[in-house]
């Protein structure tokens, strides 16, 4: 039948990244031929790679860019697409991309600002909340001071 015309037995493996025919979406061309690799290393092969990404001693693939470990390459690659290098700072509160919930739409274009201040700039605000001395979040409402903007905006709810 149709099977055993493609069947390996349940050995192939890709020849880059080594996972398995279940462990991957399809095979796909690679340079030693036709699907010779998985969909995720024939894909960095078209794109002018020559070799799977960079793993650690535990086997995890290593982004190149931050230095964060996945357990697969399609985990990478979804982290690839939004890894900024942990450069990305609020523009308001200069918060970090793993101090903030997500990202957000900001006077200066999209994801620009962290969750809490988008949340800010979208009900009118022009700027972050004021920050006493020593750098936390004072609510303009009791006086009270957070360490971060999203404490601030949770006690604001009962405020």
């Known amino acids: 039948g149709g099977h055993r015309r493609f069947c ?3 050995e192939w493996r890709c020849n880059w990244c080594t996972c398995t025919y279940e462990q991957t979406s399809g095979k796909g061309p690679g340079p030693e031929g036709p ?3 998985c969909a995720a290393c024939a894909s960095r092969y078209r794109a002018g790679h020559t070799g799977p990404p960079p793993q650690d001693d535990s086997g995890k ?3 190149d860019h931050c230095g964060r470990a996945f ?3 399609g985990a990478l690659g979804g982290h690839r697409r939004f890894c900024d290098g942990g ?9 970090t ?7 957000g739409p900001g006077p200066e274009g999209p994801k620009t600002l962290c969750a809490a201040c988008a949340s800010r700039y979208r009900a009118g605000h022009t700027g972050p909340p004021p920050q006493d001395d020593s750098g936390k979040f ?5 006086g009270r001071a957070f360490e971060t903007i999203g404490a601030l905006g949770g006690h604001r709810r009962f405020c």
């Not at 450069?87 to 918060?95: H, L, P, S, Y």
């Not at 991309?97 to 990202?103: D, I, L, M």
């Open 138 to 142: 004072v609510c303009d409402h009791c």
């Open 87 to 95: 450069e990305w700072r609020c523009n308001w509160c200069t918060c």
């Open 97 to 103: 991309y793993e101090q903030t919930s997500g990202k």
């Open 61 to 63: 693939f290593v982004c």
């Open 71 to 73: 357990e697969t390459i």
């Open 8 to 10: 390996d037995g349940g």
């Open 35 to 37: 699907k010779t690799l």
